[in-house]
Nanobody, 124 residues
Framework: QVQLVESGGGLVQAGGSLRLSCVAS????????MGWFRQAPGKEREFVTT????????YYADSVKGRFFISRDNPKNTVDLQMNSLKPEDTAVYYC?????????????????WGQGTQVTVSS
């Protein structure tokens, strides 16, 4: 079992930046692709970004491309999400997730382990 804990959420004005961090513990997540998802009130959970184990492959949702950047530090078991030029429509609960599959994936159902989420609110 892998436990994931997110941090770094908060309230920020439009155009500002936030950095989210996710720390993994428990069973090693060696080889696991990691991802960030978000869920706004009344909406389904949606893909934001994902990164391969090596960090060499990343994918981003079109809505965040060029503004958000994912990175990971495997010896520290952390995955970070740098969010720049934030918009009110980025407001959501952000979730860190780990997939036990070998390949990076953008679908919610492909991720086996989830954090509790951290709230990001962007004011206009």
């Amino acid at each position: 079992q892998v436990q994931l804990v997110e941090s770094g959420g908060g309230l920020v004005q439009a155009g500002g930046s936030l950095r989210l961090s996710c720390v993994a513990s428990g069973r090693t997540f060696t080889g696991y692709p990691m991802g960030w998802f978000r869920q706004a009130p009344g909406k389904e959970r949606e893909f934001v970004t994902t990164i391969s184990w090596s960090g060499g492959t990343t994918y981003y949702a079109d809505s965040v491309k060029g503004r958000f950047f994912i990175s990971r530090d495997n010896p520290k078991n952390t995955v970070d999400l740098q969010m720049n030029s934030l918009k009110p429509e980025d407001t959501a609960v952000y979730y860190c997730a780990a997939s036990s599959g070998a390949l990076v994936t953008t679908t919610v159902d492909s991720y086996d382990f989830w954090g509790q989420g951290t709230q990001v609110t962007v004011s206009s």
